[in-house]
């Protein structure tokens, strides 16, 4: 219902709509505030954690907030950054809950888990997204230069500049060696991004991984550990671009479906989500002990790398003559990266789990500063007749 005279909606569902805006800030800053309270108690903690009611409790929260941003669809595409920080709470205070699965170390499951997020992946793409890349090649030129330029450096600069050791600085340009993360569509999307843009970014640089995230792995961290190139191309190829391609042919013969394709799309996209929650999970328990000793220091990367990526892609897009929209979404596509897939190449070929350090960091606070992001962005909308450069 509209009211005629204004052409907007009532003022009782104005005064909803920022109700439950309002409420999605507050929940949102407050998990990440609880999350971030924990996590520096548990690392600053001489006894080895915090005491079991205080975590306890900090988990409970986050997951009542979590469950709070599922209650209206204005504020249920936010939840998911809420759960990734829940899961990766809940695995520093139990790690035995996620150490082991059906008699096999959790980490064996890592690669199946990656896998049925990117066929979550697949699912949403078309044949257009590829095609978008003839339609616009300088936007996806320029986003591909800014993704494989920016956080490889980034995270190889920031890692000696804090003096980590060898394998967690591994860790840490491996996230930035990565593609752009399947959470960049959502966030996207919440911020008024260019939703098919992003698509299409994220298509690119996970279909240039192959090559890029060895290429870069061997360059910047060749001296630091081993780096076998050719076994890391070939997990890559079987981790993420095979199960991205039977997602696609899935895509496709949905369009001869259309009863169903909502359907699959929905619970495809859920079981990504599910599947992502649980890996984050899987490494944070796995690597607690390392994560302990290096936390403060590695948390404060983490920080600047995710938040100086977010900065650098806007700006550099800016530069490039991009526009306003376009902007804003190399900046989520930068910022976020392919945390799971990270953790996924630590495990193996790698076989560091200090290297998986940083993916586990790396995944719940870009989800969280993401969501913010987007809020910020939502709330600052570009005018439709103004100069697309210049909106901020």
Not at 141 to 158: D, N, R, T, W, Y
Not at 299 to 323: C, D, E, K, T
Not at 327 to 343: P, S
Request: charged share 10%; aromatic share 8%; glycine share 8%.
């Amino acid at each position: 219902m509209v009211d005629h005279r204004s052409g907007m909606p009532p003022v009782e569902e104005r005064l909803t709509y920022r109700g439950w805006c309002v409420a999605e800030s507050l929940l949102l800053v407050g998990s990440a505030f609880l999350f971030s309270s924990m996590l520096f108690g548990w690392i600053a903690s001489s006894d080895g954690g915090l005491s079991p009611s205080a975590v306890g409790a900090g988990t409970v929260g986050i997951l009542a907030m979590a469950a709070g941003l599922l209650m209206h669809p204005t504020t249920r595409p936010f939840s998911f950054a809420t759960w990734v920080v829940a899961s990766v709470a809940l695995a520093l205070i139990r790690p035995d809950w996620f150490l082991e699965f059906l008699g096999k170390p959790s980490k064996q499951w890592l690669t199946p888990l990656i896998q049925i997020a990117m066929l979550g992946m697949g699912a949403t793409l078309t044949l257009a997204d590829f095609a978008r890349i003839l339609k616009m090649p300088h936007g996806i030129a320029i986003g591909m230069l800014l993704q494989f330029g920016i956080m490889p450096l980034l995270g190889f600069s920031l890692a000696k500049a804090f003096q980590l050791p060898a394998e967690i600085a591994a860790g840490v340009i491996l996230v930035g060696s990565c593609p752009g993360g399947v959470a960049s569509n959502v966030i996207t999307f919440l911020a008024g991004g260019d939703v098919a843009f992003s698509v299409t970014l994220t298509a690119c640089s996970t279909l240039l991984s192959p090559l890029m995230t060895p290429w870069w792995m061997n360059t910047l961290a060749g001296k630091l550990i081993p780096v076998p190139v050719m076994a890391m191309m070939q997990q890559i190829l079987w981790t993420v671009l095979a199960p991205v391609a039977a997602g696609l042919v899935i895509s496709v013969l949905m369009q001869y479906a259309p009863r169903y394709k909502a359907i699959v799309d929905r619970w495809m996209t859920r079981l990504a989500m599910a599947a992502i929650c649980i890996v984050c999970a899987i490494i944070a328990a796995d690597s607690q002990s390392s994560l302990k000793q290096v936390g403060l220091a590695l948390l404060v990367v983490v920080l600047l790398h995710n938040n100086l990526g977010y900065l650098l892609g806007y700006w550099g897009a800016r530069l490039s003559g991009m526009p306003e929209t376009q902007c804003r979404t190399i900046a989520i596509e930068v910022g976020l990266q392919n945390g799971g897939m990270a953790a996924a190449l630590a495990n193996h070929p790698l076989k560091s789990a200090a290297a998986a350090v940083a993916p586990a960091l790396f995944a719940p606070i870009m989800n969280v500063s993401g969501s913010i992001l987007a809020m910020y962005w939502r709330k600052r909308p570009i005018a439709p007749n103004a100069p697309d450069s210049t909106a901020t």
